[in-house]
């Protein structure tokens, strides 16, 4: 595919109005409610989104091989689904406090928390990673975020606002690179850094792996970050499984005994990519990448 159709956005839609409406609403009514009307909007989205339709359809086809028909069904469920934790986070930017979270891996978690030394999250946009600020309360040590920069004020407003209360500081990505003095910081002070490594946002700093039957491209900056300061590396995903209820998956990413800079960092990256896989194939309607990630 050519540059610019390998692009993705990644904002989140709509006017501040309707964003703003959305807040409102669900401080009277529960989520659930939306999750009714979603249902009959997301084939009119699908319809008119095509590109983002077409690359979650042929990720089915191919990357997971499954037929013409299973592949309809789950783009839809796959749009449906995103929907859902689009609305769970304007719900819980409007107070609604009632997602649960089933975490079998919090021990992990808690000793990087309780840890003298900062730590990196891993994340990536398969499931809803924004809601691990609101579902993992602790005042201990705080994690900073960082996110696209090119969010509407009105979305950004909303999660400083909510995560603030959790511990966790947002720091949008910036073309004059500020945000990497802020990520800098804070592992400097022992804190932790919470990156995204499955979009490298214009990088050219980038490994390419072998993901789910096909070679797509992963940024390394995470990696980078964690042997230059010598902090361990968690991935962390957070994935929906009922209306009310997420769990939340933690798993430590090795770093190689032995091998150069440069070695260590490539395998790092692909040890995260093998973790990635492995979540991917178990929940694959979750998988939020909607434009066309792998090679052609």
């Not at 009714?36 to 909007?41: G, Q």
């Not at 789910?212 to 962390?236: C, D, E, H, K, S």
């Not at 260590?264 to 991917?280: A, D, N, P, Y």
Request: charged share 20%; hydrophobic share 40%.
């Amino acid at each position: 595919m050519a540059g610019e159709e390998r692009k993705w956005k990644g904002v989140t839609g709509g006017t501040i109005f309707g964003q703003k409406a959305m807040k409102i609403l669900f401080s009277i009514v529960n989520v659930r409610m939306g999750y009714v009307v979603l249902a009959f909007v997301v084939p009119f989205y699908m319809l008119f989104a095509r590109k983002g339709y077409l690359s979650i359809y042929r990720y089915f086809r191919k990357q997971h091989g499954y037929s013409v028909m299973k592949s309809f069904f789950k783009t839809y469920r796959n749009h449906y689904l995103f929907g859902q934790m689009m609305l769970d986070r304007f719900a819980v930017y409007a107070g609604q406090k009632n997602f649960k979270v089933d975490n079998p891996d919090n021990d992990l978690f808690l000793e990087m928390v309780h840890a003298r030394h900062g730590c990196i999250i891993a994340s990536s946009h398969i499931g809803n990673p924004e809601l691990c600020g609101y579902l993992l309360k602790q005042k201990t040590k705080r994690i900073n975020s960082m996110i696209f920069g090119g969010e509407a004020k009105e979305v950004q407003k909303n999660r400083s606002k909510a995560l603030d209360e959790n511990n966790v500081r947002l720091i949008p990505v910036s073309e004059d690179m500020s945000h990497m003095f802020l990520l800098n910081e804070a592992l400097t002070n022992g804190e932790i850094a919470s990156i995204l490594c499955d979009r490298a946002f214009g990088s050219n700093k980038v490994v390419e792996c072998d993901f789910l039957n096909g070679r797509a491209t992963f940024p390394v900056g995470a990696f980078v970050l964690a042997l230059q300061y010598n902090v361990p590396v968690i991935a962390m995903f957070v994935l929906k499984i009922s209306a009310s209820l997420y769990r939340i998956h933690v798993v430590s990413v090795p770093v190689p005994p032995s091998g150069n800079k440069r070695e260590q960092i490539g395998q790092m990256t692909r040890s995260f990519v093998k973790i990635l896989e492995g979540i991917v194939k178990k929940y694959p309607e979750q998988w939020f990448n909607f434009y066309e990630f792998w090679k052609s």
